[in-house]
């Protein structure tokens, strides 16, 4: 019998282990000679951050110069040159052997992140953003940090951010000796500024000129702008704080025999004055407010278009013109004062906190304690009218005055859609996810009235709550938005903007006063004055001496020409 053997693969897995391991040798002397030198790679970071996240700026830039000119194209050099060498020296600054890389790929990231934001819906992170931004860490707000998260923002981050990163990452970088390092830098840093001096020197008077008269281009240089705003929150948090101030200490009441008052104050958030039809807006936005005795100013301006900034500065007695928030957080507001004269004051947030308004007189807050099964709860929070439940419990306990604050959602974006129930989906169609940039502008905006139409409905409950109660209480409500929203107005969404960039979108707010009439027969007896002064210029300065003059609080503090139903 014949032995027989089965043939052998003539050494097949041996040979594909061998061309793997080849493979693996190539790319790893591939690797290894992706090298380059500290200082360059400072450099050519810089400029990559610079040129693929500006595209907003360089597009102001190319509408406002003449690039078919000498002196517009070296100006317009010189920009590019100017925010790379400061970016570039920065990193030249602070890229020791141990820290170059990881500052590279945070810059990296946090560009195109910030990139994202400045291009595709105009936010500009000045110090006012960056307070903003830390309020929402400070409230642990996760719901609106998830809502600003997209795919487009997602793709952005990985395509300019990580990507680089990664390279950045494996690219081996060839230090020199300490001396030979700082003379290299040294000569990166002074080439740079001979060519920045280059082409500005020769077009000086040119630049200058287009300097004075742009200046708030610089708002738009990414993340130049954003940083520096950043290093003046972190300064700003290392000073001093000042010594609290108590004010209205002299605040007592003059009830004079009258029946108890019971106000409801709300503050809306991110509604636009001209997108209510109580203001002349085409669409039928407030139907349940238009059947209502209202006065309904028309005029009124935002002291910010944040809600970190509008909402305590409403509060306080500095106005817009001195206010600030280390200044607001360093002395009473006005609900302290209705405190201190004997008014029961109950804040209640449907938002994201009451920005330190509340500091000494505690509130609630809906958000910190959600109940899914609520027939309100939805997309991870409540609407609107989870506010209307147990309001009468805050007037149980006692006899005084009541002002019941309460922060709504109101329309709050991005995420437009989120912000009421599917029955006042009446404006079709509408932007359904948390992207308006990527939506059709009417798209937007047919999501953002029905948030309108929404709030209309709620006001109209809570007056409905107020008259239920009137038979022995004297009662009113008073209504104005924190600030504006830009619904993709030449290019812009959302809000935020400092006050020299910020369009009336942004600053044009609601504001109204309903009153019972029992209430009006001792408040405003003349109310056909009072209506004939509604398209009078307003603003949240008149918050605080208004809901002193609606409870009779006697206080210096008090100035009655602020005050929109007594002054004058």
């Given at each position: 019998?014949?032995n027989t053997?089965?043939?052998?693969?003539?050494?097949?897995a041996?040979q594909t282990?061998s061309?793997l391991?080849?493979?693996r040798?190539?790319?790893?002397?591939?690797?290894?000679?992706l090298?380059c030198?500290?200082?360059?790679?400072?450099?050519?970071?810089?400029?990559y951050v610079?040129l693929?996240?500006?595209?907003r700026?360089?597009?102001?830039?190319?509408e406002?110069?003449?690039?078919?000119?000498?002196?517009?194209?070296?100006g317009?050099a010189?920009?590019?040159?100017?925010?790379?060498?400061?970016?570039?020296?920065?990193?030249l600054?602070?890229?020791g052997?141990?820290v170059?890389k990881?500052?590279?790929?945070?810059?990296?990231?946090?560009?195109?992140g910030?990139?994202?934001?400045?291009?595709?819906?105009?936010?500009v992170?000045?110090l006012k953003m960056?307070e903003?931004i830390?309020e929402?860490?400070?409230?642990r707000?996760?719901?609106?940090?998830?809502?600003i998260?997209?795919?487009?923002l997602?793709?952005?981050?990985?395509?300019?951010g990580v990507?680089?990163?990664?390279?950045v990452?494996?690219?081996?970088?060839?230090w020199?000796s300490a001396?030979?390092?700082?003379?290299?830098?040294?000569?990166?840093?002074?080439?740079?500024l001979v060519v920045f001096?280059?082409?500005?020197?020769p077009?000086?008077r040119?630049?200058?000129?287009?300097?004075?008269?742009?200046?708030?281009i610089k708002?738009?240089?990414?993340?130049?702008?954003?940083l520096n705003s950043?290093?003046?929150?972190v300064v700003a948090?290392?000073?001093?704080?000042?010594?609290f101030a108590?004010?209205?200490?002299?605040?007592?009441?003059?009830r004079?025999g009258?029946?108890r008052?019971?106000?409801?104050?709300?503050?809306g958030?991110?509604a636009r004055?001209?997108?209510?039809?109580l203001?002349?807006?085409p669409?039928?936005t407030n139907p349940c407010?238009?059947?209502?005795?209202l006065l309904?100013?028309?005029?009124?301006?935002?002291?910010?278009?944040s809600?970190?900034?509008s909402?305590?500065?409403?509060f306080s007695?500095l106005?817009?013109?001195?206010?600030?928030?280390?200044?607001?957080?360093?002395?009473?507001?006005?609900?302290?004062v209705?405190h201190?004269?004997?008014v029961?004051v109950?804040?209640?947030?449907?938002?994201?906190s009451d920005?330190g308004?509340?500091a000494?007189?505690g509130s609630?807050?809906?958000?910190?304690s959600?109940?899914?099964?609520?027939p309100?709860?939805?997309?991870?929070?409540y609407?609107?009218?989870?506010l209307l439940?147990?309001?009468g419990s805050?007037?149980e306990g006692?006899?005084?005055d009541v002002?019941?604050v309460?922060?709504?959602?109101g329309?709050?974006?991005p995420?437009?859609?989120?912000?009421y129930?599917p029955?006042f989906?009446k404006?079709?169609?509408?932007?359904?996810?948390?992207?308006p940039?990527?939506?059709?502008?009417?798209?937007?905006v047919n999501?953002?009235?029905n948030?309108i139409?929404?709030?209309d409905f709620?006001l109209d409950?809570?007056?409905?709550?107020?008259?239920?109660?009137?038979g022995?209480?004297e009662?009113f409500l008073?209504y104005v938005?924190d600030?504006?929203?830009?619904?993709g107005?030449?290019?812009?969404y959302l809000?935020?903007l400092?006050?020299v960039?910020?369009p009336?979108?942004?600053?044009?707010?609601?504001?109204?006063v309903?009153?019972?009439?029992?209430?009006?027969a001792v408040?405003?007896?003349?109310m056909?004055?009072?209506?004939?002064?509604?398209?009078?210029p307003?603003?949240h300065?008149n918050?605080?001496?208004?809901?002193?003059?609606?409870f009779?609080?006697?206080?210096?503090l008090y100035r009655?020409e602020?005050?929109?139903?007594?002054?004058?």
């Amino acid at each position: 019998m014949l032995n027989t053997v089965a043939p052998r693969p003539c050494g097949t897995a041996q040979q594909t282990r061998s061309a793997l391991g080849t493979l693996r040798e190539a790319a790893a002397s591939r690797l290894r000679r992706l090298e380059c030198p500290a200082s360059l790679l400072c450099v050519l970071s810089a400029a990559y951050v610079v040129l693929v996240n500006n595209s907003r700026m360089f597009g102001l830039l190319d509408e406002r110069m003449d690039l078919g000119t000498v002196s517009g194209l070296a100006g317009f050099a010189a920009v590019f040159l100017g925010l790379t060498g400061m970016v570039a020296v920065s990193l030249l600054l602070v890229g020791g052997k141990y820290v170059l890389k990881p500052a590279v790929i945070v810059l990296l990231v946090l560009s195109a992140g910030l990139g994202y934001f400045t291009n595709a819906c105009g936010v500009v992170f000045d110090l006012k953003m960056i307070e903003n931004i830390a309020e929402t860490f400070a409230d642990r707000n996760t719901r609106e940090a998830k809502e600003i998260l997209s795919a487009p923002l997602a793709l952005r981050l990985l395509l300019l951010g990580v990507l680089p990163s990664v390279l950045v990452g494996l690219t081996t970088i060839r230090w020199r000796s300490a001396r030979r390092e700082v003379l290299e830098r040294s000569i990166y840093a002074g080439g740079m500024l001979v060519v920045f001096a280059l082409l500005v020197l020769p077009n000086y008077r040119f630049m200058l000129f287009f300097g004075r008269e742009n200046v708030r281009i610089k708002y738009y240089a990414t993340p130049t702008h954003a940083l520096n705003s950043l290093r003046k929150f972190v300064v700003a948090g290392l000073r001093r704080e000042k010594p609290f101030a108590a004010l209205g200490q002299d605040a007592v009441q003059n009830r004079k025999g009258r029946p108890r008052r019971v106000g409801i104050m709300v503050v809306g958030e991110t509604a636009r004055a001209d997108h209510f039809s109580l203001n002349g807006y085409p669409r039928q936005t407030n139907p349940c407010l238009e059947q209502r005795r209202l006065l309904n100013y028309t005029r009124t301006t935002s002291s910010g278009t944040s809600t970190s900034f509008s909402v305590p500065c409403m509060f306080s007695f500095l106005t817009r013109r001195h206010f600030t928030p280390q200044k607001g957080a360093s002395q009473s507001n006005v609900l302290d004062v209705l405190h201190q004269a004997g008014v029961r004051v109950v804040w209640i947030d449907n938002n994201s906190s009451d920005k330190g308004v509340c500091a000494r007189i505690g509130s609630i807050n809906l958000q910190h304690s959600p109940d899914p099964a609520s027939p309100h709860y939805a997309h991870g929070g409540y609407y609107d009218e989870v506010l209307l439940e147990g309001l009468g419990s805050h007037l149980e306990g006692t006899d005084a005055d009541v002002l019941i604050v309460l922060h709504t959602m109101g329309s709050h974006g991005p995420a437009y859609h989120r912000r009421y129930p599917p029955r006042f989906a009446k404006f079709r169609p509408f932007c359904g996810h948390d992207a308006p940039q990527h939506a059709s502008i009417e798209e937007v905006v047919n999501a953002y009235d029905n948030t309108i139409l929404y709030t209309d409905f709620v006001l109209d409950r809570m007056i409905a709550f107020l008259e239920s109660i009137d038979g022995s209480c004297e009662t009113f409500l008073y209504y104005v938005s924190d600030h504006g929203e830009s619904l993709g107005e030449n290019g812009v969404y959302l809000h935020g903007l400092p006050d020299v960039l910020a369009p009336a979108a942004q600053t044009h707010v609601p504001m109204l006063v309903w009153m019972s009439d029992r209430t009006a027969a001792v408040v405003a007896p003349d109310m056909a004055l009072l209506q004939g002064r509604v398209d009078e210029p307003t603003s949240h300065d008149n918050v605080a001496h208004t809901l002193l003059g609606l409870f009779d609080v006697k206080t210096d503090l008090y100035r009655r020409e602020l005050d929109l139903l007594r002054g004058k």
